[in-house]
């Protein structure tokens, strides 16, 4: 039988996909994995233990009250500064009520504003947080969403000091339903371009009213005392009710009787309204005048009177001060805030040169609003200057609806069809003139899933959240790639809810990028180090489910659901590189909550969060499984010098694939195969596996008091028994200890 010495130097392709386990021709075949679960692959090219979580806060105890069920829960990084920044968890309770809670220095701010309460009350309404998009210049934070006005979040001068507020933006208009009205009146233009006055025969104009309706019927409504005495003056307006009985209905008025202040709408009312029906009359302003029987074109940008308007001309009219007869111009009105509670609101959000951009409003997904430049809550164009506001719709042959947007080397926008960008115009900024949005690649992104930048290039999910692409610039074609780089490994993306990626912070370091899946709660973790080709994923998985992944500038914040005593419990936790156990709470010197100091007795509390769990614990280094939390207690068997840490443990698994050596005579595929002996090279390892064989790290005489030693170098495993078709080395972990794998040699025969 022949004997053959394979050796798989690294790890670095990570863990594939098994429609690819027979592909024995692949170049990346001998660096692949079949499983590589709880583990993180390093940039050298081994894999290393991945960290355990750290409990920070329980959600579920902020149920009670009023408040009986958790509709929803999303983490936002908050960064403040260089030196300062924040985990912000965002809780809805019973469908409305939104609370905000604030992690920095991996600790719960407490006491916020001085209200004696832990959390910010946010006025979010009825939105699905998953959905929740944002994007942060210096102390504020925007949050959009189409279903929500835009919300700021303000921090203040300390920690502690947060403000909540409603955005007061400045929208564009725009002709959802165009109306044209022919009033009975001449008009004469004191100019035929640029800026004109408008002086009218009769008293036409109007700048839009807001009131309390006096009565209501079937399809009219009373306005109140104080609107115009003129016949007609809102004939063509758009009235939407903004309060009281029948709220939230838009319609058009046809006709307006002044003596008796009655408008009638084109469509009767779905709800009559009353006397407590509160009314907006869209104004004129921003709508059209248009000649029809000779030449102008011009749109109002002010009342100034009842018979004189100012417009800013689109196309210019025949001659000044010769009036414009009755009947041969009209008013196109109709037009509407882009944004509004009728119309929806904005989907996405970033800033970029100067200008807040938002996009994919509900009534206009396809659209692009970029603000005046440092007036970032002013959409509304002017006349076009440089530092105008922007306002351009995506023109392709379909609907490509924005669904999220980046700021990088461009203005990066994502839909869900396609993938464009807003190029500079050579080094000019963008602006009203010269603004194009350019098609680059047509793979579609998945909505709720925020793009994030990673050496260079934007990755993203694809629409039906099956690949992970990365949006990157060529030189060579001028425009944007969008490669899959999760090819190898698709199968670790099963409904991907939420992604997020710590940067390295060394050079000798690699991006760590986190993706949560909807379908078993699992994480897709890819190791990153473009510079060197690593695109390395692995699948963290815990005892429950990670529902959502966050990092603040290096700490990852999690958000798991547990049962707990029979219970379902919502966490907040933090990976921890120095900890080995989920959920867990550490005892030490000076310690600060949720950790605890350390006990002088062997009676570990604080530990309500994992009642009637089965836990592990590491008592300076020492373990101690399978001890189960009784009155959010456990008791140890002697008291710590040092630390304790109680949490619950995971499983570590790796295996590589199948060992398909070549012989002179041919593959071995179809051969049976037995291991003789492994050697893995080993770093700071307590504890490891090989084939289910525990390597020995200890030395005799020991005692079970000892402290576990970490060992760096080799280690020979022999002999491994049995014959099998595949002969694979599997590396597991019997105890909550650190392992670092760096590669793995092993001596096989081949049966005939």
């Not at 029987?293 to 001659?319: D, L």
């Not at 037995?674 to 020991?702: C, H, M």
Request: glycine residues 8%.
């Amino acid at each position: 039988m022949p004997r053959l010495t394979q050796y798989q130097s690294n790890f670095t392709i990570g863990e594939v996909d098994p429609l690819l386990f027979g592909r024995v021709d692949l170049q990346q075949y001998p660096s692949a994995l079949e499983k590589a679960q709880n583990v993180v692959v390093i940039p050298q090219g081994g894999f290393e233990r991945r960290p355990g979580t750290r409990f920070m806060l329980d959600i579920t105890s902020h149920l009670g009250g009023s408040f009986t069920t958790l509709d929803g829960i999303r983490l936002i990084p908050f960064e403040f500064s260089t030196t300062q920044s924040y985990m912000l968890v965002f809780v809805k309770y019973d469908t409305t009520n939104t609370r905000m809670f604030v992690f920095a220095n991996a600790q719960q701010i407490t006491n916020i504003n001085g209200s004696g309460n832990n959390y910010l009350t946010c006025a979010l309404g009825n939105i699905d947080l998953d959905r929740l998009y944002f994007t942060q210049s210096a102390d504020t934070l925007i949050l959009v969403h189409e279903d929500m006005s835009p919300k700021s979040i303000v921090r203040g001068d300390s920690n502690s000091s947060w403000t909540f507020s409603t955005i007061s933006l400045t929208s564009p208009k725009t002709a959802f339903t165009t109306n044209t009205t022919n009033p009975s009146a001449t008009l004469t233009p004191d100019s035929v371009d640029g800026t004109v006055s408008l002086t009218a025969s009769a008293t036409i104009w109007h700048d839009g009213r807001s009131g309390t309706a006096q009565a209501g019927a079937s399809a009219t409504i009373t306005l109140d005392s104080g609107a115009s005495a003129t016949n007609d003056i809102y004939n063509g307006a758009t009235i939407t009710t903004t309060g009281g009985t029948g709220s939230g209905q838009t319609r058009i008025i046809s006709d307006y009787v002044g003596s008796s202040k009655v408008a009638t709408v084109s469509v009767a009312w779905s709800t009559t309204p009353s006397s407590d029906t509160t009314f907006t009359i869209v104004s004129q302003v921003d709508q059209y005048i248009n000649v029809l029987n000779g030449f102008g074109r011009a749109k109002i940008v002010a009342v100034s009177s009842g018979t004189v308007a100012k417009v800013v001309t689109e196309f210019p009219f025949f001659e000044k001060d010769v009036a414009i007869a009755s009947g041969d111009w009209e008013l196109e009105s109709g037009y509407e805030d882009a944004v509004s509670s009728s119309r929806g609101y904005f989907r996405t959000c970033t800033f970029h040169e100067g200008r807040l951009y938002m996009g994919g409003s509900k009534s206009l997904p396809n659209s692009l609003f970029g603000s005046k430049i440092n007036n970032f809550f002013n959409f509304k164009p002017a006349e076009s200057l440089d530092d105008d506001a922007i306002f351009v719709t995506i023109a392709t042959d379909s609907v490509n609806a924005i669904t999220a947007m980046r700021s990088g080397r461009d203005l990066q926008l994502f839909t869900k069809d396609a993938e464009f960008f807003v190029p500079q115009a050579t080094l000019d900024p963008i602006t009203p003139s010269n603004i194009v949005i350019k098609n680059a690649t047509r793979r579609g992104s998945k909505e709720g899933i925020k793009p994030v930048m990673a050496e260079g290039g934007t990755l993203f999910i694809q629409r039906e959240g099956k690949a992970l692409r990365e949006f990157l610039f060529s030189d060579v074609d001028l425009n944007y790639q969008a490669n899959n780089i999760s090819l190898l490994a698709s199968h670790l993306l099963k409904g991907p809810r939420s992604m997020a990626l710590r940067v390295a912070t060394s050079t000798d370091d690699g991006d760590l990028l986190l993706i949560t899946n909807d379908d078993d709660g699992s994480i897709g973790a890819f190791s990153i180090l473009r510079s060197q080709n690593v695109v390395a994923p692995s699948e963290f998985t815990t005892n429950g489910k990670f529902l959502d992944v966050a990092v603040d500038v290096t700490d990852i914040y999690t958000v798991t659901e547990r049962t707990i005593n029979s219970s379902t419990k919502r966490y907040v936790e933090l990976f921890d590189d120095q900890r080995t156990t989920d959920c867990n709470i550490q005892y030490f010197s000076g310690a600060t909550s949720p950790d605890q100091s350390l006990p002088t007795n062997t009676t570990c509390s604080s530990l309500s969060h994992l009642e009637g769990a089965s836990v592990d614990v590491i008592r300076d280094n020492y373990v101690l499984t399978d001890k189960t939390v009784a009155s959010g207690a456990i008791t140890i068997d002697a008291v710590p010098s040092s630390f304790v840490e109680v949490g619950l443990s995971y499983s570590v698994e790796v295996k590589t694939l199948p060992a398909e050596p070549r012989l002179p005579s041919g593959p071995v595929v179809s051969r049976k195969k037995r291991i003789l002996e492994a050697t893995p090279v080993l770093n700071s390892t307590q504890n490891l596996a090989v084939n289910g064989f525990e390597i020995p790290f200890e030395t005799l005489p020991y005692t079970l008091s000892s402290t576990p030693k970490s060992f760096t170098g080799r280690k020979r495993i022999a002999p491994l028994l049995g014959y099998s078709d595949t002969a694979q080395i599997t590396f597991t972990m019997t105890q909550p200890l650190f392992a670092t794998v760096l590669s793995v040699e092993y001596k096989l025969s081949t049966g005939q």
